[in-house]
């Protein structure tokens, strides 16, 4: 573990992000000294709340991530970008989205590793778990990873996360890095697919399945990503709350319940329910059917104290 | 004759008041919001309201020996017979009416069933839990009494000539009660076979369907769904002594010295079911005067 005092320069990268750029306003505050530089491929405007921080536009590759690095001595590396289901912004196939997502994300690790960064942190996601109808309730950091089986379009998310793990352990003893699985991470600044439909006013409201839901606001999202530098070892973490809650129910609360619809009906027909409303990825029904609950044991015994201040029911009202 | 049928629709209602104390109870120890498996109280009450008079009147359950049966979890085992898990809904339903306090018997469930469109979400609100080997350590861990049936599919689906003959008992519901040092309670169940009396089973059809089995009954598939419908056989459920097992012996211990217990066990349900059976109640409720032979 190293200090406090060895935080002095960290890099986000997918600043353009909501998580990111609340993660950047609270590293702000808990390392007042330290210079943060986020970097997106989308152009960003610097947040002016954030005083400390300075936002890039760059291109994910080696040749402009090696630039960086050597203008700046990072010793925090948060990545936190990896291409969004719900909204995508670049017109990619499969191929060329695991293409894009491991290579640059291996390159990145490397070069992580040449400049001597003290600690990487990197967000993937429970949906690697998979949505299957024998998930055991809760699933642990161990449970395989298999949401690529029915879904291919899952296969970048399972892949980085595998590329990151394995990335983790080879170097465990040059290079400090954390693997983060959060459950659905909710908020005003997040904009994925969970966030999208229980926001969108004609949701489908499940009526043949009620699978539990586990969500984390993207507050607590944030401190415990800032809490984790000094504070979490090496390796992989799941991240949910001790509270769950009935998809149903948690679309009641939001007041988004759209028209009733048979789950099993709507699978049959996902690609044209997807042409009618494109913000639901097709492998999100499958999480409106089967419960993916996961384990939060682990993350606890580092973290000690507090670390959800955010109900679920406060937080889906807020929303 | 209307005198009659409001006689029998008002026996058939179960009573408000009785339901009342067991869901108050019940509510004490269960949170609405804190069963990650999904039991829903509410929906609870309302099913086993609906399963009450078939309980009562329909199979004209007997629960024998109650007292065997301490204020404390258990991990419970019983034979399993019937075809459909009809068996399963009648032992949690004797544990909520037959005992005090009343517990929600939570009843591991086969792979299939949870992912069957309004089945699924059903099973999950009255309790039941997937089989899986994580979800009923966990159950332990929180004190619940969850119900296991060691023969699987096979035990439910044997054909007639195999009827209240065990199948091969698994080994794993022995080990997790070790692991979390909780007593084996031993149940047998008696007349549940005489459900669906004749029984065909053609496991390559069940195949092809992605069903753990399909029988053949002289009602069912032929008269559709109505052929599901089970007779109306008494059933009697008897508890037997819980089993206490050696502290000394550990839940990763060889497969021979878990087995010799689980053979034990198993033994003792045979014994159950033969003693049962001979005080087994004929469709209309008088004891058989000719002893079945097991087959």
Known sequence: MFTENDVKQVLVIGIAGGLAQLLSKKLNTRFPNAKITGVDSRTTPKPKDIQNLSCLTLKYSRTEFEKLFRKNKFDVVFHLGRLSHAQPILPMNLAQKIEFTLVETQKLFDICKTFQVKKIIFLSSFHVYGANADNPVFLTEDAPLRASIDFGNLREVVEIDFTATNWMWKYQNEIQMNVFRPCNIIGHHIKNAVTTYLTTKYSPYPIDYNPSFQFIHEDDMANILVRAILEVPTGVYNLAPDEFISIRRALQICKNGGPPVPLFLATAFASLLKKWYSALPEYFLEYLKYPCLIDNQLIKTHLKGPLFFHTTEETLKAL | ?295
């Open chain 2, 1 to 295: 004759m209307l005198d009659q049928l409001k006689f029998l629709l008002e026996h058939l209602k179960p009573n408000p008041k009785k339901f009342d104390e067991i869901y108050a109870e019940l509510h004490q120890g269960y949170h609405p919001r804190k069963d990650p498996w999904g039991l829903n109280l509410k929906k609870h009450r309302t099913c086993f309201e609906l399963i009450w008079p078939l309980y009562q009147y329909y199979f004209r359950v007997k629960f024998h020996h109650p007292e065997h049966i301490e204020n404390k979890p258990y991990l419970i085992i019983a034979n399993h017979s019937g075809q459909i898990a009809i068996d399963a809904l009648l032992v949690m339903a004797a544990f909520l009416f037959e005992k005090h306090p009343p517990r929600v018997v939570r009843a591991m469930i086969d792979r299939f069933l949870p992912k069957l469109p309004f089945v699924g979400e059903l099973v999950s609100e009255i309790g039941s839990v997937l089989g899986e080997r994580q979800n009923c350590l966990h159950l332990l861990d929180h004190k619940e009494t969850v119900l296991v049936f060691p023969e699987g599919v096979t035990g439910i689906a044997k054909p007639s000539n195999k009827f209240y003959t065990l199948q091969k008992f698994t080994t794993g519901f022995f080990r997790m009660a070790a692991q979390k040092e909780v007593e084996v309670l031993p149940l047998a169940i008696v007349g549940a076979e005489e459900f669906y009396p004749h029984v065909a089973h053609f496991p390559k059809i069940a195949k092809a369907l992605g069903l753990p089995a399909f029988p053949v009954t002289p009602t069912f598939p032929w008269l559709g769904p109505l052929g599901i419908l089970p007779l109306p056989s008494p059933v009697d459920i008897y508890v037997g002594k819980p089993y206490a097992f050696p502290k000394t012996l550990k839940s990763d211990a060889p497969d021979k010295d878990i087995q010799k217990h689980v053979t034990k066990l198993k033994k003792q349900i045979q014994k159950m079911i033969d003693e049962g059976l001979k005080q087994k109640r004929n469709y209309f409720g008088e004891v058989e005067r000719v002893h079945r032979k097991r087959r």
